[in-house]
């Protein structure tokens, strides 16, 4: 079973892309949800620590945010949580969390964007 998960928050730095051996395009890297809470004594919003979400897009997708996304920038993020185990170099089996992309593009909140059409992709037909 996959959960799916909305992230709204800043790319913490610049996508890089790589190749599996196979070809496959890929990208990694991550968004950092900056918590912020009221604060009733001082009448303001006060940060309250962040998360960090490690993202993986594949193939299109990857190369898509490798050439639109920029460390600072604002996005968000409709993914499906994915465990990814290892093992550390103390030879623990280690577990943790990471979002595969399925969509994700800039907020305008923060940001004004144009879109480009990407003629090569494949998409689908509206009802």
């Not at 303001?44 to 979400?53: K, L, M, R, S, V």
Request: glycine fraction near 6%.
């Amino acid at each position: 079973m996959s959960t799916q998960i909305t992230v709204v928050g800043n790319v913490t730095s610049d996508p890089e892309l790589r190749h599996t051996p196979a070809g496959a395009a890929t990208t990694s890297f991550t968004i950092a949800v900056n918590e912020r809470k009221f604060n009733r004594d001082t009448n303001q919003y006060e940060d309250a620590g962040a998360t960090f979400w490690k993202c993986n897009a594949w193939r299109g997708m990857a190369e898509h945010v490798a050439t639109s996304l920029h460390k600072g920038d604002h996005v968000l993020l409709l993914g499906t949580v994915k465990d990814h185990t290892f093992e550390s170099k103390d030879g623990e089996r280690r577990t943790i969390k990471e979002v595969e992309v399925e969509e994700i593009g800039l907020s305008l909140r923060f940001n004004a964007a144009q879109a480009v059409r990407d003629s090569a992709a494949t998409h689908p037909t509206a009802p």
